[in-house]
Every structure is written in structure tokens, then in C-alpha cells.
């Protein structure tokens, strides 16, 4: 017997969660409630929130503590895993559209000491621009153009 394909296996403008993908969805919580569970039993055998705290509190760590410390890491990155899952799979192309900004940021990030972002004309008026921003000495960006302008041009 063939299976119909279900009308909600496409998706809609306003992005109605296909059936295909629902199936998917309570294995990807159950990656997460894993993961939870297991940072939930190492919790009782840590002494210290952190290997660093644990290093600085007793000078030392023997391999066995820090494979825990290290596992419990492991276990936080699945669990911000799961949740990246499960959001992909019940909002596809909200995801989709969040990992590109993502890419991008860290694209940017790429370029150290600068970073992304916009200056409205109220805040240069009363002195309140970007702190942050890279000192360009005398040069002027032109709103219009975008082109950069040196003093004298």
C-alpha cells in the first residue's frame, strides 16, 4: 500500500511545521532531556561549578575528574545542540534564516576590532555615537555615497 503525501509535507508561507518533520521532533528533545540527565548525575560528583575553579581550589586534577568536568562540557554543548535541532525542525525556514545572520556575524567577527553596526543622524547630533568605534581620524563617511572622505576633499 502506498503512503499519500500529506498536504502538510510543504511548506506554507506561514510555515506550518510539516509532518515529516514532527516525526523527527521528540528524538531531538530526547537529545536534550539526555544530555540533561546526564549533567544532572555528574552535578553530584563535581566538587567545583568548573575544571578551572576545581584546578584552583586543589592545585591539581587527576585524568578521571577532569574527563568528568570535560564530559559535563560536552554534555551542555548537546543540549544547546538539541535545542538548535528541535528549533530547525518545528520553525525551518525561521532557522534557516537565523544561521545565516549567525554566519555572518562570525564572518565579521573575523575582522578584529571591527564590528557591525549603525549610527542613527540623532545620536552624532548630540555627541552620542558609537564609543566603541575605531577612531578614523579625519575622515568623514558620506551618507549619500557611502564613499570615505579624507580632511581636504
Excluded at 24 to 39: E, G, P, V
Excluded at 118 to 138: F, K, L, N, Q, Y
Amino acid at each position: 500500500m502506498s503512503k499519500k503525501k500529506m498536504v502538510q509535507d510543504a511548506l506554507v508561507p506561514d510555515e506550518i511545521t510539516p509532518v515529516m518533520l514532527l516525526q523527527l521532533s521528540r528524538k531531538a528533545s530526547s537529545l536534550k532531556d539526555n544530555a540533561a540527565a546526564f549533567r544532572v548525575a555528574v552535578a553530584g560528583l563535581l566538587t567545583e561549578r568548573s575544571k578551572e575553579e576545581y584546578i584552583a581550589e586543589y592545585k591539581r586534577i587527576d585524568a578521571i575528574t577532569e574527563a568528568l568536568y570535560d564530559a559535563d562540557d560536552l554534555a551542555q554543548l548537546i543540549i544547546d545542540a538539541g535545542f538548535a535541532i528541535e528549533t530547525m525542525l518545528v520553525k525551518p525556514s525561521k532557522s534557516r534564516e537565523l544561521i545565516m545572520f549567525g554566519d555572518l556575524r562570525r564572518s565579521l567577527d573575523s575582522f578584529e576590532g571591527w564590528h557591525l553596526s549603525v549610527s542613527r543622524p540623532e545620536d552624532e547630533a548630540d555627541g552620542a555615537g558609537d564609543a566603541d568605534a575605531p577612531d578614523d581620524g579625519d575622515e568623514t563617511v558620506d551618507p549619500d555615497t557611502g564613499e570615505i572622505k579624507g580632511e581636504g576633499e
